[in-house]
């Protein structure tokens, strides 16, 4: 049943009482289950409590700290490039490159870092189960920024930051690489977990509904509605992004092809599976800061298979018409392109044997339209 | 908080009941007639977050275990993680992260086995509908 409240404008005397304008036709177009289920992407911002594996979460100097380091080349062994590079402000910290370019152009796009405090799994392949882990790694990995622990420890004793970094985490000397490493990483992520996206016209949509305030929420763009209706319904998209940062935090094959090469692939998640399980780095390892090990229920319970093999995380959505180009091999340019993958999915590429969610949507020109008016409402302009 | 709709089928025949928490759960059919009751309680069902089940065997179970999973069966695929399973005592277990990641219908999948049936499991289900 479509719940169509017309929007009855208060008009004033004369011609305006006649004639009403143009917002006395607008309706929330959603039927009350819709409304019920679009209230579950919200609110927004969320509240979210300190990491608890993170001694510097929440910690105003941390942030601080990490906003530097974060933009300072330094954090790479030769000096070429920062976080910033790939991850760019102005960019809803994102890159516009299909893929990123490291100390070498790596397999996968770079993902925005907004949003991140409080997630399951961080990266494409779900490397690391914490967001400090998820900072540690690129500092790292040969192709990214390239350090060693003991490289890394050398370049902050001489960089500007010495002070900041001994007035948390104490004396640099006497320290281990390996706990500068962490160190530097959970400063990275004290700073990373205070990047939230802006309010988006859909959560003046979803508040709206919330509170009951029909009229406000007939305000929406009718588009933008119809293409909520799909992206619950015929699109399926709301299976996997859910809730209020439109992800389940898990992993999926999206039928978009792993292959790297003729003879390389990207495994995804078997990688990442595999990787995590073996780190020292996660929720349930000795770098830890919560004597509760909280949340390492996660990486001590997870299951691998076969099927993993060339599934990615399902990224979240605010925010995302700033973050092209889109998949994990960053290779649609567009949201269009997003949608119009979806719609004619090739099912030849996905697993034989993985899950059985998507098809091809068969959707009209008008109705993609729609769906990416939808998708854009999900950033703040 | 999502509520999660349960859809369970009364059962027929002989199955032990008791008033343990929760609703029944649908034995197979090959072993309904035999079969004790089962049942299985819990609260709200958030979507893709870990929540917990109390299992309770409504009749004197000593010795007896427990095997549980969930599978989506249009989807074609389970959990993403495995639930861990305690044995409280008096033929009760409570299980714990349980995970449904997507909306949608879920199958709550129980093996049990008794001491004097340690041949073959019995097997029970439960479908749970997750808006």
């Known amino acids: 049943m479509i719940r169509a409240l017309a929007l009855i404008a208060a008009l004033g005397a004369g011609l305006g009482a006649a004639l009403p304008g143009p917002e006395a036709k607008a309706q929330v177009l959603l039927s009350d289950d819709e409304i019920a289920r679009t209230l579950s992407f919200g609110p927004w911002p969320p509240q979210i409590a300190p990491d608890p594996s993170n001694r510097f979460s929440g910690n105003p100097e941390a942030a601080a700290l ?4 974060f933009a300072d080349p330094v954090l790479s062994i030769d000096g070429g490039f920062s976080c910033a590079s790939c991850h760019q402000p102005a960019r809803n910290f994102s890159s516009p490159a299909p893929r990123a370019a490291g100390r070498e152009t790596l397999a996968r796009n770079s993902p925005s870092v907004q949003n991140l405090a409080s997630l399951r799994w961080y990266g494409w392949g779900g490397k690391s189960d ?3 882990a998820a900072s540690l790694h690129p500092l790292v990995a040969g192709g990214e920024m390239g350090h060693s622990p003991a490289s890394l420890k050398t370049a902050l004793l001489a960089s500007p930051h010495r002070a900041a970094a001994e007035a948390l985490w104490g004396p640099l000397p006497a320290q281990d690489p390996e706990a500068v490493l962490v160190n530097t990483a959970k400063t990275l992520a004290a700073y990373q977990e205070t990047l939230v996206t802006a309010p988006a016209p859909f959560d003046r949509f979803r508040d709206a509904l919330a509170e009951g305030d ?45 292959f ?7 495994p995804g998640r078997f990688a990442g599976l595999q990787s995590v399980l073996q780190s020292p780095y996660t929720l349930a390892g000795p770098w830890s800061d919560d004597p509760d090990r909280g949340g390492a229920w996660a990486v001590q319970n997870v299951r691998q298979g076969h099927a993993d093999f060339g599934t990615f995380k399902t990224p979240g959505l605010r925010g995302a ?3 092209a180009p889109y998949m994990h091999d960053g290779s649609l340019a567009d949201l269009r392109a997003v949608v119009q993958h979806y719609n004619t999915i090739d099912l030849e590429r996905m697993h034989a044997d993985g899950e059985a969610i998507l098809a091809p949507l068969g959707l009209s020109a008008a109705e993609i339209d729609d769906l990416v008016a939808f998708l854009r409402t999900l950033s703040a302009p | ?38 049942r299985l309680a819990y609260g709200d069902i958030p979507l893709s977050v870990p929540f917990a089940m109390t299992v309770t ?10 095997a549980i999973d969930a599978i989506m069966p249009a989807h074609m695929h389970g959990m993403n993680y495995s639930p861990q399973i305690t044995d409280i005592g008096e033929g009760r277990f409570e299980v714990q992260n349980m995970v449904f990641h997507m909306p949608g219908l879920w199958e709550i999948q129980l093996e049990l086995r008794l001491d004097d049936r340690d041949d073959q499991p019995l097997s029970y289900f439960q479908e749970v509908s997750l808006p």
């Open chain 1, 321 to 323: 018409a700033h973050t």
């Open chain 1, 66 to 69: 990490g906003a530097a380091l």
């Open chain 2, 1 to 38: 908080m999502i509520r999660a709709a349960i859809l369970w089928t009364a059962l027929g025949g002989a199955a032990m009941a008791c008033d343990g928490p929760g609703t029944a759960m649908v034995p197979a059919a090959s072993a309904a007639d035999s079969a004790p009751e089962v």
């Open chain 2, 57 to 66: 065997i409504c009749a004197p179970a000593p010795g007896a275990t427990i």
């Open chain 1, 260 to 266: 790297l090469s003729e003879t390389e692939v990207d």
């Open chain 1, 214 to 258: 029909m009229p406000g929420a007939a305000r929406f763009d009718p588009g933008a509605q119809r293409g909520l209706k799909l992206f619950l319904g015929r699109g399926n998209c709301a299976v996997c992004h859910s809730g209020p940062r439109f992800t389940n935090n898990e992993f999926h094959d999206a039928g978009v092809p792993y």
């Open chain 1, 130 to 132: 914490n967001l400090w």
